[in-house]
């Protein structure tokens, strides 16, 4: 539908205004003052609304280049305006959020180090990202509304994804990060800018020498190839520059695997696993192995001084965990499935329940995943266990909660969960998705839902639902049930997999030269055989 004259008018009149100015700081003056014009004007609220989103967009990107706070927090502002202006059901008013929420993170990034040694720069990231903590919670939280509306636009959902993506990125949150980078492109496939952030992040994994370093060299190559094929949409969604970059990225040539344990598989459940990326397995894409074993992500080496150094209680906590963890995503899928089959009472479901006649939902596949849902998050919670043991933390083990474990009141990363300066990230990835579980951030919506079924009635419903309450009964439509249980799972495994790297960080080997000895893990009762014996099959891969 063709826009009103009246809104064509000044939209032209806008972007002439800073086209024609002398340089970026002048054109975004001369968009300021049209605001004030704009804002004397006789107009529908809807047409002050669309213009002022207009003028925010282009301050917030003259403060972007130029990085300069002043104009971002003005950016930001004329957001504010235009959102208040707007319909809650209209895109138009998630354009405005997502404008919000990027001024908002832009002017945290001012303070992202560059340019110096890991163990220099590093410690700069954390103390801007516990600095600005809030902002960012605010800002991943709305990024995380805009990108999973469904009244927002495709191309505002993506670019919403995708800046939340390279948030999580900063901090170390690479498993989030990858399945956000995911989603931009699932909303906009012609997003470069989603596939080159995300060869980036996978080359920051390639650099550490973490997980298998020659499928994710493989993966790396796939998305750089990609970005470099969507250039135009690269320009599109972050500018010439940044499309200038990507094409620069160089390939590995790497001869790793794409996706290890799904190809040629007609196994449901795995390519569930495989599509919601719920392995817990050291690979991005697949299961990482064709093993049977292939929740294989584990710690894989230790340093120490004596036999106890080497093979601590953590050893046993993670199996636990691991299998803990497994039998949840299983009873997640079986009640997806089971969901997915329609709402009649299952066969394998000896319930007799009573009609009520307010369009409930009752039957095992519901309790199936209200209990997949719950028991994921229950191993978050014994993720915190574990690392106050195994770092020493002196915690009271029946007080460890989760939310509340990695940061000093002060908002600190607590200081024993840090090694030395340049391995910080995986403390700082767990604190900040910690944070994310409050009732502010972007998954206080499962750790609700978690505390509401754990204590008191929930089940899912058709029509007339509540969300998760304080109430004795909350209903839940069986959709959110579904979203909101692999979220969990999701979350868990990211949790899983950070706790990985901050015992990484702890036993990097340039970090133990020649003293220490290193001993490493096998697989339950799968020995290491004298050359006289024969070996049992192993369930490695490192491709």
């Not at 826009?3 to 002439?16: C, V």
């Not at 299961?287 to 294989?296: A, F, I, R």
């Not at 030395?420 to 499962?446: C, H, Q």
Request: charged share 20%; net charge negative; aromatic share 8%.
């Amino acid at each position: 539908m063709e826009p009103p004259a009246e809104y064509q008018r000044w939209y032209l009149q806008i972007l002439d205004a800073q086209a024609t100015a002398s340089d970026a700081r002048s054109g975004a003056q001369a968009v300021l003052t049209l605001v004030d014009e704009i804002a004397a004007a006789t107009l529908t609220s809807q047409i002050r609304a669309a213009l002022l989103f207009v003028c925010s967009s282009l301050v917030t990107n003259a403060g972007d280049d130029l990085h300069d706070a002043q104009l971002l927090k003005m950016g930001a502002e004329l957001a504010r305006s235009s959102l208040d202006l707007t319909d809650p059901s209209a895109p138009l008013h998630f354009q405005c959020l997502y404008n919000l929420a990027n001024a908002v993170a832009i002017e945290c990034d001012l303070g992202l180090p560059a340019g110096e040694s890991r163990e220099e720069w590093e410690p700069k990231l954390i103390e801007n990202r516990i600095a600005c903590r809030e902002q960012l919670r605010w800002a991943r939280r709305t990024f995380f509304q805009v990108g999973t509306s469904e009244i927002a636009d495709p191309h505002t959902r993506s670019a919403a994804l995708c800046n939340l993506a390279n948030s999580l990125d900063h901090s170390g949150r690479w498993a989030e990060a990858y399945d956000f980078y995911l989603g931009a492109l699932d909303a906009d496939p012609n997003n470069g800018n989603a596939a080159g952030n995300l060869a980036q992040l996978l080359m920051h994994r390639l650099q550490l020498g973490i997980g298998q370093t020659g499928h994710i060299a493989a993966v790396y190559d796939k998305y750089v190839k990609l970005a470099q094929s969507l250039r135009d949409g690269t320009v599109d969604f972050a500018g010439q520059d940044i499309a200038d970059r990507w094409d620069g990225l160089e390939l590995t040539e790497s001869e790793g695997h794409l996706s290890h344990g799904v190809e040629g598989q007609d196994d449901d459940y795995q390519q569930w696993v495989a599509a919601y990326r719920l392995a817990l397995s050291p690979a991005v894409e697949g299961l990482g192995t064709e093993s049977p074993h292939w929740d294989s992500s584990m710690i894989e080496i230790l340093f120490g001084s004596s036999i106890d150094e080497v093979s601590p209680p953590i050893l046993a906590e993670m199996n636990v965990l691991k299998s803990d963890f497994l039998v949840s995503r299983h009873l997640a899928y079986d009640g997806y499935v089971q969901v997915a089959e329609g709402p009649e009472q299952k066969d394998d479901d000896s319930g007799y329940y009573v009609e009520t006649l307010d369009y409930s939902l009752y039957g095992t596949q519901y309790s199936k995943l209200f209990l997949a849902q719950r028991s994921a998050l229950d191993v978050l919670d014994k993720t915190a266990v574990v690392a106050n043991e195994h770092f020493h933390l002196g915690d009271r083990p029946e007080a460890v909660v989760f939310r509340r474990f990695w940061n000093d009141k002060d908002g600190a990363i607590r200081s024993g969960l840090i090694s030395k300066p340049g391995r910080g990230l995986a403390a700082l990835a767990l604190s900040e998705l910690a944070f994310d579980m409050t009732k502010e951030g972007m998954y206080a919506s499962s750790q609700a839902l978690r505390n509401a079924g754990t204590h008191r009635i929930v089940h899912a419903a058709l029509l007339e639902t509540t969300g998760a309450t304080v109430d004795t009964r909350s209903r839940i439509h069986f959709i959110e049930l579904v979203d909101s249980t692999i979220q969990a799972l999701q979350v868990t495994r990211s949790a899983y997999l950070y706790l990985v790297d901050l015992v990484a960080s702890w036993n990097m080997p340039q970090d133990h030269p020649g003293e220490h000895a290193t001993v490493e893990t096998y697989e339950y009762m799968n020995f290491p055989v004298s050359e006289n014996e024969e070996p049992t099959e192993s369930s490695s891969d490192d491709s």
